[in-house]
Protein backbone atom coordinates (compact mmCIF):
# COMPACT_ATOMS: atom_id res chain seq x y z
CA UNK A 1 0.00 0.00 0.00
CA UNK A 2 1.01 3.61 -0.82
CA UNK A 3 2.26 5.80 2.14
CA UNK A 4 3.81 9.23 2.63
CA UNK A 5 5.30 10.28 6.08
CA UNK A 6 6.70 13.90 6.98
CA UNK A 7 8.02 12.95 10.27
CA UNK A 8 8.13 16.93 11.55
CA UNK A 9 4.65 18.40 12.48
CA UNK A 10 6.56 22.01 12.70
CA UNK A 11 9.38 23.49 11.07
CA UNK A 12 11.18 26.57 12.78
CA UNK A 13 13.12 28.55 10.71
CA UNK A 14 14.38 32.25 10.86
CA UNK A 15 14.27 34.41 7.82
CA UNK A 16 16.71 33.99 5.15
CA UNK A 17 17.99 30.72 6.51
CA UNK A 18 17.74 27.97 4.30
CA UNK A 19 15.20 25.19 4.78
CA UNK A 20 13.83 21.76 4.58
CA UNK A 21 10.77 19.99 4.85
CA UNK A 22 11.41 16.35 4.99
CA UNK A 23 9.38 13.66 3.27
CA UNK A 24 9.63 9.63 2.51
CA UNK A 25 7.48 7.71 1.02
CA UNK A 26 6.28 4.08 0.09
CA UNK A 27 4.81 2.85 -3.22
CA UNK A 28 4.97 -0.47 -4.62
CA UNK A 29 6.10 0.81 -8.06
CA UNK A 30 7.64 3.76 -9.47
CA UNK A 31 6.48 7.18 -7.74
CA UNK A 32 5.44 10.51 -8.81
CA UNK A 33 5.79 12.62 -5.98
CA UNK A 34 4.77 16.05 -5.35
CA UNK A 35 4.46 18.98 -3.01
CA UNK A 36 1.34 21.08 -2.06
CA UNK A 37 1.21 24.27 0.35
CA UNK A 38 -1.82 24.75 1.95
CA UNK A 39 -2.54 28.81 3.29
CA UNK A 40 -4.99 29.57 6.17
CA UNK A 41 -8.48 29.11 4.67
CA UNK A 42 -7.63 28.29 1.67
CA UNK A 43 -7.18 25.41 -0.28
CA UNK A 44 -4.13 23.31 -1.56
CA UNK A 45 -1.54 24.86 -4.37
CA UNK A 46 0.16 22.64 -6.02
CA UNK A 47 4.44 23.99 -5.75
CA UNK A 48 6.10 21.01 -7.99
CA UNK A 49 6.67 17.38 -8.84
CA UNK A 50 8.81 14.92 -9.74
CA UNK A 51 7.90 12.57 -13.01
CA UNK A 52 10.81 11.36 -13.99
CA UNK A 53 14.81 12.22 -14.87
CA UNK A 54 16.36 14.98 -13.24
CA UNK A 55 16.79 14.46 -9.32
CA UNK A 56 16.36 18.49 -8.20
CA UNK A 57 13.24 19.49 -9.10
CA UNK A 58 12.39 23.35 -9.24
CA UNK A 59 8.84 24.77 -8.60
CA UNK A 60 7.16 27.94 -7.54
CA UNK A 61 7.75 30.37 -5.15
CA UNK A 62 11.61 29.45 -5.10
CA UNK A 63 11.06 25.89 -3.86
CA UNK A 64 13.00 23.03 -5.09
CA UNK A 65 12.60 18.85 -4.01
CA UNK A 66 15.41 16.27 -4.04
CA UNK A 67 14.40 12.26 -5.45
CA UNK A 68 15.89 10.30 -3.39
CA UNK A 69 15.05 6.65 -4.66
CA UNK A 70 17.46 4.92 -2.32
CA UNK A 71 16.15 6.98 0.91
CA UNK A 72 12.59 6.83 -0.76
CA UNK A 73 12.77 10.30 0.01
CA UNK A 74 11.49 13.72 -1.75
CA UNK A 75 12.49 16.42 0.87
CA UNK A 76 11.56 20.32 0.03
CA UNK A 77 14.16 22.75 0.12
CA UNK A 78 14.50 26.33 -0.45
CA UNK A 79 17.81 28.34 -0.13
CA UNK A 80 16.97 31.21 1.91
CA UNK A 81 13.12 31.52 3.71
CA UNK A 82 10.40 34.09 3.93
CA UNK A 83 8.24 35.11 6.33
CA UNK A 84 5.70 34.51 3.74
CA UNK A 85 6.59 31.01 3.09
CA UNK A 86 4.75 30.51 6.50
CA UNK A 87 1.95 27.73 5.68
CA UNK A 88 0.97 23.92 5.84
CA UNK A 89 3.15 22.13 3.61
CA UNK A 90 2.02 18.65 2.43
CA UNK A 91 3.69 15.96 0.73
CA UNK A 92 1.82 13.29 -2.05
CA UNK A 93 2.44 10.02 -4.05
CA UNK A 94 0.77 8.44 -6.42
CA UNK A 95 2.01 5.02 -7.92
CA UNK A 96 3.18 4.97 -11.79
CA UNK A 97 2.82 1.67 -11.73
CA UNK A 98 -1.59 1.76 -11.98
CA UNK A 99 -2.83 3.15 -15.53
CA UNK A 100 -3.30 6.64 -16.14
CA UNK A 101 -6.72 7.39 -14.66
CA UNK A 102 -6.79 5.40 -11.68
CA UNK A 103 -4.34 4.93 -8.48
CA UNK A 104 -4.94 7.65 -5.66
CA UNK A 105 -2.74 10.92 -4.75
CA UNK A 106 -2.26 9.98 -0.61
CA UNK A 107 -0.64 12.92 1.36
CA UNK A 108 1.17 13.18 4.44
CA UNK A 109 -0.27 15.02 7.72
CA UNK A 110 1.44 18.18 6.48
CA UNK A 111 4.14 19.84 8.49
CA UNK A 112 3.55 23.21 9.35
CA UNK A 113 6.21 25.99 8.33
CA UNK A 114 7.00 28.86 10.50
CA UNK A 115 9.43 31.52 9.22
CA UNK A 116 10.15 34.18 11.86
CA UNK A 117 11.79 37.52 11.49
CA UNK B 1 -8.35 31.26 -15.97
CA UNK B 2 -10.76 31.06 -12.93
CA UNK B 3 -10.19 28.49 -10.33
CA UNK B 4 -12.07 25.53 -8.46
CA UNK B 5 -15.56 26.51 -7.35
CA UNK B 6 -17.19 25.89 -4.22
CA UNK B 7 -19.88 26.62 -2.65
CA UNK B 8 -20.56 26.77 0.55
CA UNK B 9 -17.58 27.87 2.06
CA UNK B 10 -18.97 27.10 5.73
CA UNK B 11 -21.90 25.12 6.64
CA UNK B 12 -22.95 23.83 10.19
CA UNK B 13 -25.53 21.78 10.60
CA UNK B 14 -27.25 19.15 13.34
CA UNK B 15 -26.27 15.62 13.51
CA UNK B 16 -28.44 13.64 11.66
CA UNK B 17 -29.05 16.58 9.01
CA UNK B 18 -28.55 16.10 5.29
CA UNK B 19 -25.86 18.71 3.75
CA UNK B 20 -24.87 19.22 0.03
CA UNK B 21 -21.51 20.51 -1.52
CA UNK B 22 -21.13 22.15 -4.75
CA UNK B 23 -18.15 22.07 -6.97
CA UNK B 24 -17.18 23.75 -10.55
CA UNK B 25 -13.79 22.69 -12.14
CA UNK B 26 -11.57 24.54 -13.96
CA UNK B 27 -12.74 24.81 -17.53
CA UNK B 28 -11.84 22.15 -19.95
CA UNK B 29 -10.92 19.73 -17.04
CA UNK B 30 -12.40 16.16 -17.28
CA UNK B 31 -11.09 14.66 -14.00
CA UNK B 32 -12.70 15.70 -10.48
CA UNK B 33 -12.09 14.87 -7.28
CA UNK B 34 -13.54 15.44 -3.82
CA UNK B 35 -11.43 15.01 -0.83
CA UNK B 36 -12.18 15.16 2.95
CA UNK B 37 -9.74 17.08 5.21
CA UNK B 38 -10.12 16.13 8.83
CA UNK B 39 -8.31 18.88 10.92
CA UNK B 40 -4.65 17.63 11.53
CA UNK B 41 -4.92 15.80 8.82
CA UNK B 42 -3.79 15.20 4.87
CA UNK B 43 -6.72 15.53 2.34
CA UNK B 44 -8.33 11.71 1.17
CA UNK B 45 -9.87 10.94 -1.68
CA UNK B 46 -13.43 10.44 -1.31
CA UNK B 47 -14.46 10.22 -5.23
CA UNK B 48 -13.15 10.53 -8.64
CA UNK B 49 -14.84 10.89 -11.64
CA UNK B 50 -13.40 11.02 -15.51
CA UNK B 51 -15.81 12.90 -17.01
CA UNK B 52 -19.00 11.96 -15.60
CA UNK B 53 -18.35 8.42 -14.49
CA UNK B 54 -16.27 7.33 -11.61
CA UNK B 55 -13.13 6.01 -11.47
CA UNK B 56 -12.77 5.24 -7.74
CA UNK B 57 -14.88 5.54 -4.78
CA UNK B 58 -13.46 2.47 -2.67
CA UNK B 59 -13.26 5.71 0.29
CA UNK B 60 -16.46 6.85 -0.19
CA UNK B 61 -19.09 5.96 2.86
CA UNK B 62 -21.33 5.25 0.51
CA UNK B 63 -24.67 4.35 3.49
CA UNK B 64 -24.59 8.13 4.04
CA UNK B 65 -22.16 9.85 1.44
CA UNK B 66 -22.96 10.36 -2.30
CA UNK B 67 -22.09 12.21 -5.01
CA UNK B 68 -22.92 12.90 -8.66
CA UNK B 69 -21.25 15.16 -11.81
CA UNK B 70 -24.16 15.26 -14.30
CA UNK B 71 -23.07 16.22 -17.86
CA UNK B 72 -19.43 15.94 -16.65
CA UNK B 73 -18.94 19.45 -15.70
CA UNK B 74 -20.08 20.61 -11.81
CA UNK B 75 -20.26 18.19 -9.49
CA UNK B 76 -22.71 17.76 -5.88
CA UNK B 77 -21.22 16.14 -2.84
CA UNK B 78 -24.02 14.75 -0.37
CA UNK B 79 -24.16 13.41 3.16
CA UNK B 80 -27.40 12.52 4.31
CA UNK B 81 -27.40 11.79 7.73
CA UNK B 82 -24.51 13.48 8.56
CA UNK B 83 -22.71 12.32 11.78
CA UNK B 84 -20.42 14.20 14.12
CA UNK B 85 -17.14 12.64 12.50
CA UNK B 86 -17.89 13.92 9.51
CA UNK B 87 -16.85 17.76 10.63
CA UNK B 88 -14.39 18.37 8.36
CA UNK B 89 -12.97 20.33 5.48
CA UNK B 90 -14.38 19.12 1.93
CA UNK B 91 -12.27 20.03 -1.50
CA UNK B 92 -12.96 20.14 -4.94
CA UNK B 93 -9.83 19.52 -7.14
CA UNK B 94 -9.82 19.20 -10.43
CA UNK B 95 -6.97 18.02 -13.14
CA UNK B 96 -6.56 18.38 -17.31
CA UNK B 97 -8.13 16.82 -19.91
CA UNK B 98 -6.14 13.75 -20.03
CA UNK B 99 -6.25 12.40 -16.47
CA UNK B 100 -3.07 11.27 -16.57
CA UNK B 101 -1.35 10.23 -12.98
CA UNK B 102 1.49 12.75 -13.24
CA UNK B 103 -0.87 15.72 -14.06
CA UNK B 104 -1.06 18.03 -10.80
CA UNK B 105 -4.49 18.40 -9.39
CA UNK B 106 -5.62 22.12 -8.90
CA UNK B 107 -7.87 22.68 -5.37
CA UNK B 108 -10.69 25.03 -4.76
CA UNK B 109 -11.14 26.85 -1.48
CA UNK B 110 -13.17 24.18 0.24
CA UNK B 111 -16.34 24.02 2.58
CA UNK B 112 -15.69 23.75 6.18
CA UNK B 113 -18.62 21.42 7.99
CA UNK B 114 -19.32 21.45 11.39
CA UNK B 115 -21.61 18.80 12.46
CA UNK B 116 -23.20 19.40 16.14
Known amino acids: AQSVAQPEDQVNVAEGNPLTVKCTYSVSGNPYLFWYVQYPNRGLQFLLKYITGDNLVKGSYGFEAEFNKSQTSFHLKKPSALVSDSALYFC???????????????FGQGTTLQVKP | EAGVAQSPRYKIIEKRQSVAFWCNPISGHATLYWYQQILGQGPKLLIQ????????DSQLPKDRFSAERLKGVDSTLKIQPAKLEDSAVYLC??????????????FGPGTRLTVL
Open chain 2, 93 to 106: ASSSASGAAYNEQF
Open chain 2, 49 to 56: FQNNGVVD
Open chain 1, 92 to 106: AVRDRGRSSNTGKLI
